[in-house]
């Protein structure tokens, strides 16, 4: 991710083609990023040497090895005869690029076009380093949380970033484009993965470490992979860190793992997540959804995070994800067997909150594929909505039991059935006769029984009668007519509906 050049590139100079540039060692290290270029005898690390034959010294292979414990990147040397075999031989041991331009040029000439390469790439570093702290200062502003800052990191990076805690389990996984593999036997790995100071880079593993935390404060490390790591991983990493220790000292009083349960849940039912990163995510929390049958659940309560709180007490076999999407509401995503029996599980699940909270537990129809576990959250949210103003004697509720009011509750924002309200009730809607609702709605929930609405709105028969004349006068409509009271029953469903909150 530098802007810097490589060896190829300044290779490709069309001054450095003239010289018939041969690479004699360390082909596949011409992808080196180059920080600087010189002609004198001692560079330092991450810069590329030119150098004339008859300027080299006699003992060239352990003046090469000096140069490498120095960090040089390549040697580049100018010499129409073949080179010293103690040179290509030590530059072939330490695979360090070695390049032979057997026509003469001017070395000056070739220095200067390198370093004009080299000058324009340190400007546009400088200034993705500037983009990156400012982007990782807005995050910390935002007050964001690790997951997120996971996933700012891994695409600045363009690489793998993974978060974990201090027992090597992982917290947050940002792929950038990687397949979740990485993850497999993380535990193992991480611990092999020993590296001193606040940052550092494990040459073994290939990954970049950062310390999030010091001390007895320590809470994790955040990890990049990179096979050659730059400043701008480095910044990446320590800045990104920062956020994350800055979210934990908000939160910390809450179980992390939880926290990215929670959201990952809401992040896919929103749309910020797809299916697929939504399954490597919760891979690399641990959690396998390569069981055959999902459910979502969502349960409604005012004290959702009391809930939430107490979730570890629920049946652990069926919790996989779990955490409250907001005020009013929990969800869960059950994962289970293929033979599972769904409904005793629900049922199991259903009564342990209900033992905690009383609550509407709210279930999707089971879904067999990651892609559908979006639809299945949405539907289980609705259906817990509809449910909430209603009293169920199941243990939970599901779209098949909601019935009229529940179809209109999910429907009450659509154009067409607030219409068919005016136009059935528009009358009755004015103040002046908006008590003849409750004596209508008596009347068609009696199917049409008016000794039993009359006692439902505890009203004489013969001032039900008066009532319910005065009421067919305004609406003008038939009220015996049973077609006249299912669209009424229809319509004070959906005025039911709309003034819920």
């Known amino acids: 991710m530098t802007s810097l050049p490589t060896i190829q590139q300044i290779l490709d100079l069309e001054g450095v083609r003239r010289g018939e540039p041969t690479v004699l060692a360390g082909l596949e290290h011409l992808g080196r990023t180059v920080r600087w270029v010189h002609v004198a005898d001692t560079p330092q690390s991450g810069e590329l040497l030119l150098a004339a ?6 003992d060239a292979g352990r003046w090469l090895e000096r140069l490498a414990t120095t960090g040089v990147v390549g040697v580049v040397v100018q010499s129409a005869g073949a080179l010293p075999d103690a040179l290509v031989l030590a530059a072939q041991g330490l695979r360090m690029p070695l390049v032979q331009l057997r026509q003469d040029v001017r070395l000056s000439q070739v220095t200067e076009a390198a370093l004009a ?62 397949d979740a593999d990485c993850l497999d036997n993380w535990e193992s790995l991480s611990r092999q993965i020993v590296a001193s100071g606040q940052t550092a880079y494990h040459d073994r593993t290939g990954w970049l470490v950062t310390t999030i935390g010091t001390g007895a404060a320590e809470w994790g490390r955040l990890l990049v992979k990179c096979p050659e790591p730059s400043a701008a991983h480095v910044i990446v990493a320590e800045r990104a860190a920062g956020v994350i220790a800055l979210d934990l000292r908000a939160h910390h009083d809450e179980d992390s793992h ?40 969502v349960v409604h309560d005012r004290s959702p995070l009391d809930v939430a709180d107490r979730i570890g007490d629920l049946p652990r076999d069926l919790t996989g994800l779990h955490g409250a999407f907001d005020d009013d509401s929990l969800g869960i995503l059950l994962t289970l067997q293929p033979d599972d029996d769904v409904h005793g599980c629900l049922v199991r699940l259903a009564e342990a909150v209900r033992r905690r909270a009383p609550a509407v537990v709210a279930a999707s129809e089971p879904v067999t594929s990651v892609s559908e576990v979006r639809k299945a959250l949405v539907e289980a949210r609705q259906v817990a909505a509809a449910a909430s103003g209603g009293s169920w004697d199941a243990p939970y509720v599901r779209l098949r039991d909601l019935g009229l009011p529940g179809l209109m509750y999910l429907l009450r924002n659509d154009p067409h059935v607030q219409a068919h309200v005016e136009r059935e ?77």
């Not at 034959?53 to 006699?58: D, T």
């Open 117 to 178: 390469l080299v000058t324009a790439g340190q400007l546009a570093e400088s200034r993705g380093h500037e983009q990156i702290h400012q982007r990782f200062s807005e995050l910390a502003r935002a007050g964001v949380d690790a997951l997120t800052v996971v996933s700012h990191a891994a695409a600045l990076a363009q690489c793998p970033v993974v978060l974990e805690n201090t027992a090597h389990q992982v917290i947050a996984f940002g792929p950038a484009g990687a």
């Open 425 to 501: 009730l528009g009358p009755l809607l004015d103040p002046e006769h908006i008590d003849m609702i409750a004596t209508l709605r008596a009347y068609v929930d009696s199917g049409g029984n008016k000794t039993d609405a009359a006692a439902a709105t505890n009203l004489s028969r013969q001032a039900l009668y008066d009532r319910l004349k005065r009421i067919g006068q305004l609406l003008g409509a038939d009220l015996d007519s049973p077609r006249v009271r299912a669209s009424l029953h229809a319509a004070l469903s959906a005025y039911d509906a709309i003034r819920r909150p």
């Open 258 to 297: 939880l926290r990215a349960q929670r959201t990952l849940l809401t992040s896919l039912l929103t749309g910020d997540l797809v299916a697929a990163e939504f399954a490597s995510r919760v891979r690399a929390l641990g959690i396998p959804l390569d069981k055959s049958v999902m459910v979502a659940v």
């Open 53 to 58: 034959s008859g300027c080299l010294p006699h």
